[in-house]
C-alpha cells in the first residue's frame, strides 16, 4: 500500500506539468495504470473478474 503522503503529494498540481504521473484512486499504486479505466492493472483484474467493469470480458484462445 502506498504511503498516505505520496498520495497526498500526486493528487497535487505539481509546479511543472511534467512531473505531474498518475496514481490508482482505489489503492494509490503509481506503477501499471490504465489510463482508459483510471486504475491500476489489480484494481482493473479484481472489477472486471466481479463484473462491475461492462464490456470487458476475460479472453481465451
Same mark, same amino acid.
Given at each position: ?17 511534467? /512531473?505531474?504521473? *498518475?496514481? $490508482?484512486?482505489? @489503492?494509490? &499504486?503509481? %506503477? =501499471?495504470?490504465? /489510463?482508459?479505466? *483510471?486504475? $491500476?492493472?489489480? @484494481?482493473? &483484474?479484481? %472489477? =472486471? ?13
Amino acid at each position: 500500500m502506498a504511503k498516505l503522503s505520496k498520495i497526498a503529494q500526486a493528487k497535487r498540481k505539481p509546479k511543472f506539468s511534467v /512531473r505531474a504521473y *498518475n496514481r $490508482c484512486p482505489l @489503492c494509490g &499504486r503509481p %506503477r =501499471a495504470f490504465l /489510463r482508459k479505466f *483510471n486504475m $491500476c492493472r489489480i @484494481c482493473f &483484474r479484481h %472489477r =472486471a473478474l466481479r463484473g462491475e467493469i461492462t464490456g470487458v470480458t476475460k479472453s481465451s484462445w
